[in-house]
C-alpha cells in the first residue's frame, strides 16, 4: 500500500463531520488537487471520548460512501505505541508509531557501536543535492547522534513488526513519528534517524520529526518563519537523499503534525513542496471540533447556550483539561475572559473570539486553545450535546467545510 503524494489527517471527535470534510476534498479535486483524507483518531483521544478505533473506521466508510468519494483513503492509528497498537490492527491501514518518549534516552553500547560502524561511511564528506553546504559528521559525532535516537527507532521497529505480523507485508502505511518532545531534530539528524529506520528494516512512508518553533494545537506558529523555512527545506532534501541513499521507500514524505491553523507556515510549506515536487502528510483532525462549537455558536439559541456552557465548564477543569496536551498548547490564564463575560455574550460575540481570523479583533487564542483540549466537557454532556450537533447541522457544516478548504487545502496545496 502506497501513501498518495498529498494527504491530510480528517475526522472528528464525535464522528459526524466526514461529509462535510469530504466536501471540501472534493472541491480541491474538481479545481485540479487530489488530496487523500486520512481519518485519524489517537489512543488519547479515543480514551478522553469513550470511542473504539473500530469506530474511526466506521465513520470513515460511511462518510465516504455517503459523499461518493471515489479516490483513496485511510484510517490512521495515530500516535501509537506497544502497548495499544492492538486495539487498532483490525480498522487501521495507516500507523503513526510514537515513540518521542524514547528519544533522548540511549540504546545498548553495542547497537550504538554496530550503527556508527556500518554507517561511519555514509555521513563522511557529505554533500546532499539541494543544500549548499557540505556536512562531514566524525565518528563521535555520529555516535552522539545515535545515543539520542537509535532506542526510539528500535523501538518503532517492535511497533511494526508487531503489525507486520498481522496484517502482512505492503499491506499498511507507517509514520514514525518523534514530534511530542522537547527538543526539535536537526535536518542532519533527521538524516541519522532515516539511516537507522532503514537499517531497522521499517518502510516508512511518512516521518514526523519536531520541527523548531511551537506547533501548539489549533493555533498559528509560534518560532522564527524564516528558520522554519531553511529547516523545512533541508527536511525535504535530506528525506529525499534518504530514499535514494538508504534505500526507503520512495513515497516517503515528511509529516507535518498539529498541521492545522499554521496560517504562517502554509505559503513557505507550499513553495517548498512545488520547488522539490515532494509529497506532504498535514496531519490534524482537532480543530473541527472547534468548527461544531463555532457552528453551535452561529445557530444561536440551544445552540449558543450549549457553546457557552462548554467553555464555562472548560475553565472549571482547567488543569485536568489542559494536563494530557502540555506539550502542545499555551494558554494564558489571565487572558481567558470570566464565565460571567461570556454568559453576556452574542452568538457572533461567541465565534468571532472562537474563529482563528487573526485579523477579527475579537480572536482570542487562548480563549481557542482551551476550547480545543475541552471536548470532555462536551463528551460529559451526553445526549445534550449530540442533539445539539444535529439540530445545527447547517451552520456546523458550513463551518467545518470551509474551514478545511478556504484555510486549509487552499493555501498549502493548492497555492
Ligand atoms: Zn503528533
Not at 526510539?152 to 513488526?161: L, M, N, Q
Request: aromatic residues 10%; hydrophobic residues 40%; proline residues 3%.
Amino acid at each position: 500500500m502506497i501513501i498518495e503524494k498529498y494527504s491530510m489527517g480528517v475526522g472528528d471527535r464525535f464522528g459526524m463531520e466526514g461529509k462535510a470534510q469530504i466536501s471540501a476534498l472534493r472541491k480541491a479535486l474538481a479545481a485540479g488537487f487530489e488530496i487523500c483524507p486520512v481519518w485519524n483518531k489517537s489512543f488519547r483521544e479515543h480514551s478522553i471520548i469513550g470511542t473504539k478505533p473500530e469506530d474511526t473506521r466506521k465513520t470513515a466508510d460511511s462518510a465516504v460512501s455517503a459523499s461518493g468519494w471515489k479516490k483513496a483513503y485511510h484510517v490512521d492509528a495515530d500516535h501509537i505505541g506497544l502497548k495499544n497498537v492492538e486495539l487498532f490492527i483490525a480498522s487501521s491501514d495507516f500507523f503513526t508509531l510514537d515513540v518521542a518518549d524514547f528519544t533522548g534516552k540511549k540504546a545498548d553500547d553495542a547497537v550504538i557501536e554496530s550503527f556508527v560502524r556500518n554507517h561511519a561511511d555514509s555521513f563522511k564528506n557529505l554533500t546532499i543535492p539541494g543544500i549548499d553546504e557540505s556536512f562531514s559528521i566524525g565518528k563521535e559525532e555520529l555516535s552522539k547522534i545515535a545515543s539520542k535516537y537509535l532506542l526510539a527507532v528500535t523501538e518503532a521497529a517492535k511497533i511494526y513488526k508487531k503489525i507486520e505480523s498481522v496484517k502482512g507485508k505492503g499491506n499498511f502505511i507507517t509514520e514514525v513519528s518523534m514530534d511530542e518532545t522537547d527538543l526539535p531534530q536537526t535536518p542532519l539528524e533527521l538524516l541519522v534517524i532515516l539511516a537507522a529506520v532503514s537499517e531497522q528494516k521499517i518502510p516508512a512512508q511518512t516521518i514526523a520529526p519536531k520541527f523548531s518553533g511551537r506547533f501548539n494545537k489549533g493555533v498559528d506558529y509560534v518560532g522564527d518563519c524564516s528558520a522554519f523555512e531553511r529547516e523545512f527545506d533541508r527536511d525535504i532534501c535530506v528525506v529525499k537523499y534518504a530514499v535514494s541513499k538508504f534505500g526507503l521507500p520512495s513515497s516517503l514524505k515528511l509529516s507535518v503534525h498539529s498541521g492545522s491553523d499554521k496560517f504562517s507556515l502554509y505559503p513557505i510549506i507550499n513553495r517548498a513542496i512545488r520547488k522539490h515536487n515532494a509529497g506532504l502528510h498535514l496531519k490534524t483532525a482537532g480543530t473541527t471540533w472547534l468548527e461544531e462549537v463555532i457552528g453551535l455558536a452561529e445557530s444561536g439559541g440551544k445552540g449558543l447556550q450549549i457553546a457557552k456552557t462548554i467553555y464555562t465548564k472548560a475553565l472549571d477543569k482547567f488543569d485536568e483539561l489542559c494536563a494530557p496536551y502540555a506539550t502542545v498548547i499555551d494558554i494564558s490564564r489571565s487572558r481567558l475572559p470570566s464565565a460571567s463575560e461570556v454568559s453576556g455574550w452574542s452568538a457572533d460575540k461567541f465565534a468571532n473570539t472562537l474563529r482563528h481570523n487573526q485579523k477579527c479583533p475579537d480572536f482570542n487564542p487562548d480563549f481557542r486553545q482551551l476550547i480545543h483540549v475541552g471536548y470532555k466537557v462536551a463528551v460529559m454532556m451526553g445526549d445534550e450535546f449530540t442533539r445539539a450537533l444535529i439540530d445545527s447541522r447547517a451552520t456546523i457544516e458550513k463551518n467545518v467545510e470551509e474551514n478545511v478548504f478556504e484555510r486549509h487545502l487552499k493555501p498549502i496545496f493548492m497555492a
